[in-house]
């Protein structure tokens, strides 16, 4: 496993995450959760994404119970706070009782008593924003979190955070957003506003919701088990928009360019990712540990620019540059 520092922090995490969005509490049991961060460990990687929302709190709960007996200070943990928590009108959003609320149980749930980066999963458009970072401040000073960051905000909101949290005196390290072949939004405003600020990205999605294995056939049936079918936890919705004749049977196209590379097609997507320097580490999922093993092995490699640039090629009719 290699490792790279988180934008201009100090902190260094692993090149792979592993984040257990749709999968702990939710989509596998808690013996295969528990399996999966058992083979992240035994890949290598230390970095830990999870957030108090996923699967109703159960997600934090079980990555705590899977990293009882860890060194602590050999991992580097992530959650997020803003979607709602509970019933109440102050269980959701960005406003400090949600935040200062929310830290406290989701310390609980992950066993720990720090968190190390501490994002903020989405902007809240209703709470003034001064508010919100002299929270994110408050709970920094109070050594509840190392550093903070955000997940899915535009350029200008960044900026206007990094602008606050550079008076108060805190860490805006990282952002968080979704970043694939497939998705490629990021690099026309987010990336360069972020190098600007050293601000380091952790990619969600580097395989587009498992599309960019090949597993997925045009016209076939979804395979039993994938993301795809897990209409209880949200993997259907959330994957809906890939599912087009016209992305499958481009994804179908890069099997040669993953056989010359020498990789599986989820090392491909996962390796194209962290080509971009300016990531810092991409977060995979697993319903199974076999697949931590396989997209863990793509750290470290380094493609051939022609074959990125035939990639890119190959799937730019159906890739999104602009939301």
Known sequence: ?????????????????????????????????LACVRAALDAGITTFDTADAYAGGRAEMLLGRALVGERREGLEILTKVYFPTGRGANDRGLSRRHIITSIERSLRRLRTDHIDLYQAHRFDHRTPLRETMKAFADVVRSGKALYIGVSEWTAEQIRSAHAYARELGVPLVANQPEYSALWRVIEADILPACRELGVGQVVWSPIAQGVLTGKYASGGAVPHGSRASDHNGGGALNIQGYLRDDVLERVQLLRPLAREAGLTMAQLAVAWVLRNRDVAAAIVGASRPDQLTENAAASGITLDPALVARMDAVLAPVATLHP
Do not use: C, P, W
Request: aromatic share 10%.
């Open 1 to 33: 496993m290699k490792f790279r520092r988180l934008g201009r922090s100090g902190l260094v995490v692993s090149e792979i995450a592993y984040g257990n969005f749709l999968t702990h509490g939710s989509q596998v049991d808690e013996e295969t959760a």
